[in-house]
Antibody, heavy 118, light 107 residues
Framework: QVQLQESGPGLVKPSETLSLTCTVSGGSISSYYWSWIRQPPGKGLEWIGYISNSGSTNYNPSLRSRVTISIDTSKSQFSLKLSSVTAADTAVYYC????????????WGQGALVTVSS | DIQMTQSPSSVSASVGDRVTITCRASQGISTWLAWYQQNPGKAPKLLIYAASTLQNGVPSRFSGSGSGTDFTLTISSLQPEDFATYYCQQANSFPRTFGQGTKVEVK
Protein backbone atom coordinates (compact mmCIF):
# COMPACT_ATOMS: atom_id res chain seq x y z
CA GLN A 1 0.00 0.00 0.00
CA VAL A 2 1.43 3.33 -1.08
CA GLN A 3 1.77 5.86 1.73
CA LEU A 4 2.73 9.52 1.59
CA GLN A 5 3.78 11.66 4.54
CA GLU A 6 4.29 15.41 4.54
CA SER A 7 6.84 17.00 6.85
CA GLY A 8 8.11 20.49 7.51
CA PRO A 9 7.63 23.59 9.68
CA GLY A 10 4.09 24.35 10.73
CA LEU A 11 4.77 28.06 11.12
CA VAL A 12 6.42 30.36 8.60
CA LYS A 13 6.94 34.10 8.84
CA PRO A 14 5.57 36.44 6.18
CA SER A 15 7.97 37.03 3.26
CA GLU A 16 9.89 33.85 4.05
CA THR A 17 9.91 30.53 2.17
CA LEU A 18 7.62 27.65 2.98
CA SER A 19 9.34 24.27 2.63
CA LEU A 20 7.68 20.87 2.80
CA THR A 21 8.85 17.36 1.98
CA CYS A 22 6.75 14.35 1.06
CA THR A 23 8.15 10.90 1.76
CA VAL A 24 6.77 8.03 -0.31
CA SER A 25 6.72 4.47 0.99
CA GLY A 26 5.21 1.20 -0.15
CA GLY A 27 5.85 1.87 -3.80
CA SER A 28 8.35 3.23 -6.26
CA ILE A 29 8.65 7.01 -6.59
CA SER A 30 10.30 6.46 -9.96
CA SER A 31 7.20 5.10 -11.66
CA TYR A 32 4.76 7.96 -11.21
CA TYR A 33 4.26 11.72 -11.19
CA TRP A 34 3.77 13.54 -7.91
CA SER A 35 1.65 16.57 -6.99
CA TRP A 36 1.10 19.19 -4.34
CA ILE A 37 -2.38 20.52 -3.51
CA ARG A 38 -3.40 22.97 -0.81
CA GLN A 39 -6.59 23.82 1.06
CA PRO A 40 -6.99 27.05 3.07
CA PRO A 41 -8.94 26.54 6.30
CA GLY A 42 -12.61 26.04 5.54
CA LYS A 43 -12.10 26.43 1.80
CA GLY A 44 -11.69 24.31 -1.33
CA LEU A 45 -8.78 22.61 -3.01
CA GLU A 46 -6.12 24.31 -5.13
CA TRP A 47 -3.70 22.36 -7.31
CA ILE A 48 -0.15 23.72 -6.94
CA GLY A 49 1.80 21.63 -9.43
CA TYR A 50 3.43 18.33 -10.22
CA ILE A 51 6.84 16.82 -10.84
CA SER A 52 7.61 13.81 -12.97
CA ASN A 53 9.92 11.01 -12.00
CA SER A 54 12.53 12.56 -14.28
CA GLY A 55 12.18 16.01 -12.75
CA SER A 56 10.02 17.86 -15.26
CA THR A 57 7.50 20.15 -13.65
CA ASN A 58 4.19 21.87 -14.30
CA TYR A 59 3.00 24.63 -12.00
CA ASN A 60 -0.25 26.50 -11.49
CA PRO A 61 0.23 29.85 -13.24
CA SER A 62 -1.23 31.60 -10.20
CA LEU A 63 1.76 30.42 -8.14
CA ARG A 64 4.40 29.80 -10.80
CA SER A 65 6.62 32.74 -9.91
CA ARG A 66 6.94 31.53 -6.30
CA VAL A 67 6.85 27.73 -6.53
CA THR A 68 9.58 25.14 -6.92
CA ILE A 69 8.94 21.39 -6.77
CA SER A 70 11.90 19.02 -6.73
CA ILE A 71 12.43 15.29 -6.40
CA ASP A 72 15.06 13.05 -4.81
CA THR A 73 14.40 9.54 -6.03
CA SER A 74 17.24 8.10 -3.92
CA LYS A 75 15.35 9.17 -0.80
CA SER A 76 11.85 8.51 -2.21
CA GLN A 77 11.02 12.14 -1.49
CA PHE A 78 9.74 15.15 -3.33
CA SER A 79 9.59 18.67 -2.02
CA LEU A 80 7.71 21.96 -2.28
CA LYS A 81 9.14 25.43 -1.82
CA LEU A 82 6.88 28.48 -1.88
CA SER A 83 8.63 31.80 -1.56
CA SER A 84 7.51 35.22 -0.32
CA VAL A 85 4.59 33.80 1.62
CA THR A 86 1.74 35.85 3.03
CA ALA A 87 -1.20 35.03 5.27
CA ALA A 88 -3.09 33.97 2.15
CA ASP A 89 -0.73 31.00 1.88
CA THR A 90 -1.94 29.59 5.20
CA ALA A 91 -3.39 26.19 4.32
CA VAL A 92 -3.23 22.47 4.72
CA TYR A 93 -0.72 21.27 2.13
CA TYR A 94 -1.22 17.80 0.67
CA CYS A 95 1.13 15.71 -1.40
CA UNK A 96 -0.42 13.18 -3.73
CA UNK A 97 0.42 10.63 -6.40
CA UNK A 98 -0.87 11.05 -9.91
CA UNK A 99 -2.54 7.83 -10.97
CA UNK A 100 -1.42 5.70 -13.92
CA UNK A 101 -3.37 7.80 -16.42
CA UNK A 102 -1.85 11.00 -15.06
CA UNK A 103 -5.33 12.40 -14.68
CA UNK A 104 -6.23 11.46 -11.10
CA UNK A 105 -4.80 11.88 -7.64
CA UNK A 106 -5.10 8.37 -6.29
CA UNK A 107 -3.00 8.41 -3.12
CA TRP A 108 -2.77 11.37 -0.74
CA GLY A 109 -0.76 12.26 2.31
CA GLN A 110 -2.60 13.18 5.50
CA GLY A 111 -1.82 16.85 5.00
CA ALA A 112 0.33 19.39 6.82
CA LEU A 113 -1.06 22.63 8.18
CA VAL A 114 1.24 25.55 7.51
CA THR A 115 0.40 28.86 9.14
CA VAL A 116 1.97 32.09 7.92
CA SER A 117 2.27 34.48 10.81
CA SER A 118 4.84 36.65 12.49
CA ASP B 1 -8.20 28.05 -16.56
CA ILE B 2 -11.26 25.82 -16.66
CA GLN B 3 -13.77 26.80 -13.99
CA MET B 4 -15.66 24.02 -12.24
CA THR B 5 -19.00 24.83 -10.62
CA GLN B 6 -20.77 22.40 -8.32
CA SER B 7 -24.37 22.48 -7.18
CA PRO B 8 -25.73 22.50 -4.68
CA SER B 9 -23.16 23.84 -2.22
CA SER B 10 -24.78 21.73 0.45
CA VAL B 11 -27.52 19.14 0.65
CA SER B 12 -29.37 17.79 3.67
CA ALA B 13 -30.28 14.13 3.43
CA SER B 14 -31.12 11.06 5.48
CA VAL B 15 -29.66 7.57 5.50
CA GLY B 16 -31.13 5.66 2.59
CA ASP B 17 -31.76 8.74 0.46
CA ARG B 18 -30.63 9.09 -3.11
CA VAL B 19 -28.31 12.07 -3.47
CA THR B 20 -27.25 13.75 -6.70
CA ILE B 21 -24.50 16.35 -7.07
CA THR B 22 -23.80 18.15 -10.31
CA CYS B 23 -20.60 19.65 -11.67
CA ARG B 24 -20.36 21.95 -14.66
CA ALA B 25 -17.16 22.83 -16.52
CA SER B 26 -16.68 26.23 -18.15
CA GLN B 27 -15.59 24.47 -21.33
CA GLY B 28 -15.76 20.94 -22.68
CA ILE B 29 -13.53 18.41 -20.91
CA SER B 30 -14.70 15.20 -22.62
CA THR B 31 -14.90 12.68 -19.77
CA TRP B 32 -11.79 13.88 -17.98
CA LEU B 33 -13.48 14.36 -14.65
CA ALA B 34 -12.81 12.91 -11.20
CA TRP B 35 -14.80 12.95 -7.98
CA TYR B 36 -13.29 13.00 -4.48
CA GLN B 37 -14.78 12.55 -1.03
CA GLN B 38 -13.35 14.44 1.94
CA ASN B 39 -14.17 13.87 5.58
CA PRO B 40 -13.36 16.56 8.15
CA GLY B 41 -9.66 16.69 8.98
CA LYS B 42 -8.85 14.06 6.37
CA ALA B 43 -7.32 14.03 2.93
CA PRO B 44 -9.57 13.74 -0.10
CA LYS B 45 -10.21 10.22 -1.37
CA LEU B 46 -10.59 9.38 -5.05
CA LEU B 47 -14.03 7.93 -5.78
CA ILE B 48 -14.55 8.10 -9.53
CA TYR B 49 -12.36 8.92 -12.52
CA ALA B 50 -12.95 9.32 -16.22
CA ALA B 51 -16.41 10.58 -15.25
CA SER B 52 -17.88 7.15 -14.54
CA THR B 53 -15.19 4.64 -13.55
CA LEU B 54 -15.26 3.58 -9.93
CA GLN B 55 -11.89 3.56 -8.16
CA ASN B 56 -10.96 0.17 -6.67
CA GLY B 57 -12.67 -0.44 -3.35
CA VAL B 58 -15.33 2.26 -3.74
CA PRO B 59 -18.85 0.96 -3.01
CA SER B 60 -21.15 0.48 -5.96
CA ARG B 61 -23.73 2.86 -4.50
CA PHE B 62 -21.54 5.62 -5.94
CA SER B 63 -21.88 6.31 -9.63
CA GLY B 64 -20.84 9.06 -12.02
CA SER B 65 -22.03 10.17 -15.41
CA GLY B 66 -21.67 12.93 -17.96
CA SER B 67 -19.42 14.23 -20.65
CA GLY B 68 -18.51 17.55 -22.19
CA THR B 69 -19.47 20.17 -19.64
CA ASP B 70 -22.09 18.54 -17.39
CA PHE B 71 -21.44 15.78 -14.89
CA THR B 72 -23.25 14.06 -12.06
CA LEU B 73 -22.26 12.13 -8.95
CA THR B 74 -25.02 9.95 -7.51
CA ILE B 75 -25.14 8.12 -4.21
CA SER B 76 -27.97 5.62 -4.62
CA SER B 77 -28.62 4.93 -0.94
CA LEU B 78 -26.83 7.22 1.46
CA GLN B 79 -24.94 5.49 4.26
CA PRO B 80 -23.73 7.05 7.55
CA GLU B 81 -20.12 7.12 6.33
CA ASP B 82 -21.12 9.11 3.23
CA PHE B 83 -21.77 12.36 5.11
CA ALA B 84 -18.81 14.31 3.81
CA THR B 85 -17.81 16.97 1.30
CA TYR B 86 -17.49 16.02 -2.36
CA TYR B 87 -15.30 17.72 -4.96
CA CYS B 88 -15.15 17.39 -8.71
CA GLN B 89 -11.85 17.97 -10.53
CA GLN B 90 -11.22 18.43 -14.22
CA ALA B 91 -8.33 16.46 -15.66
CA ASN B 92 -8.53 17.75 -19.23
CA SER B 93 -5.88 20.44 -19.01
CA PHE B 94 -3.49 22.25 -16.72
CA PRO B 95 -3.83 23.80 -14.26
CA ARG B 96 -6.03 21.13 -12.75
CA THR B 97 -9.02 22.79 -11.10
CA PHE B 98 -11.59 21.69 -8.54
CA GLY B 99 -15.18 22.56 -7.89
CA GLN B 100 -15.93 24.48 -4.70
CA GLY B 101 -17.30 21.38 -2.98
CA THR B 102 -20.70 20.02 -1.96
CA LYS B 103 -21.31 19.18 1.67
CA VAL B 104 -23.70 16.31 2.33
CA GLU B 105 -25.21 16.91 5.75
CA VAL B 106 -27.55 15.05 8.05
CA LYS B 107 -31.16 16.11 7.63
Amino acid sequence: QVQLQESGPGLVKPSETLSLTCTVSGGSISSYYWSWIRQPPGKGLEWIGYISNSGSTNYNPSLRSRVTISIDTSKSQFSLKLSSVTAADTAVYYCARQGPSGRTLDYWGQGALVTVSS
Amino acid sequence: DIQMTQSPSSVSASVGDRVTITCRASQGISTWLAWYQQNPGKAPKLLIYAASTLQNGVPSRFSGSGSGTDFTLTISSLQPEDFATYYCQQANSFPRTFGQGTKVEVK
